[in-house]
């Protein structure tokens, strides 16, 4: 199981970004979440996922707008599930609790706690995959969002007005493909961490 307590960072300066970002993770049909997403303090939501595809996407979703530090605990979790996050028990919220303060100062503001070598691993790769994303210029994070939603590289120039090789070229400049590999990297070791 992935539990996932995400903190807003410097909350004390900014609006409270929970109350949006909460029915946003939640309704989103690519999350599959055995627990909601769910308020457990002030600047502070924790959701449970059984799927580390779910994990990993919330995780670079969120870490890309460097507004959170993400930390997510790997384990088992207190069986039957209770209606909602904030009673959850086991090992996997204690993991999570660990891993968002560590990821409070942690490359890419992530970081995962498991009894696993295989968490500390999923880490390294998310945290560099973080970094990427980033850096990376506007442009690029346009192109991206739109092949990343399905559509292919002439659909993408044909919609923003430019040639198939310029949303190439932005792609490159993105990483966004070595990205996603690495992502997917991210996942198998996850799974293989909660395995």
């Known amino acids: 199981m992935f539990v996932l307590t995400i ?3 410097r909350s004390r300066r900014r609006d409270d970004l929970v109350a949006g970002t909460i029915p946003a993770l939640n309704q989103d049909p690519r999350w599959r979440l055995r627990l909601a997403f769910d308020r457990t303090a002030g600047d502070e939501m924790q959701g449970v996922a059984d799927s580390a595809a779910t994990a ?4 670079l979703e969120l870490a890309a707008g460097n507004q ?8 088992p979790v207190r069986e039957p599930l209770p209606s909602n996050t904030r009673a959850g028990a086991g090992e996997a919220f204690e993991r999570a609790r ?3 303060t560590a ?6 503001n992530i970081a995962v706690s498991g009894a696993s070598d295989l968490a500390g691993q999923a880490e390294a790769v998310l945290q560099l995959v973080a970094a990427v994303s980033r850096k990376r210029s506007e442009l ?15 659909q993408v120039a044909d919609r923003l007005g430019i040639s198939q090789q310029a949303v190439s070229s ?24 909660d395995a």
């Not at 959170?68 to 384990?75: D, E």
């Not at 932005?170 to 961490?193: F, I, K, P, Q, T």
């Open 56 to 59: 990993v996407g919330i995780a």
């Open 7 to 9: 903190d807003q960072r």
């Open 103 to 108: 990821a409070k100062t942690a490359p890419g």
């Open 140 to 154: 690029s994070v346009e192109a991206g969002l739109l092949v990343d939603g399905g559509l292919t590289q002439q």
């Open 98 to 100: 660990d891993a968002v």
């Open 68 to 75: 959170w530090s993400i930390g997510i605990g790997v384990g």
């Open 170 to 193: 932005r792609l490159h400049s993105g990483l966004w493909h070595e990205c996603r590999r690495a992502a997917d990297v991210a996942v198998a070791l996850l799974e293989g961490a």
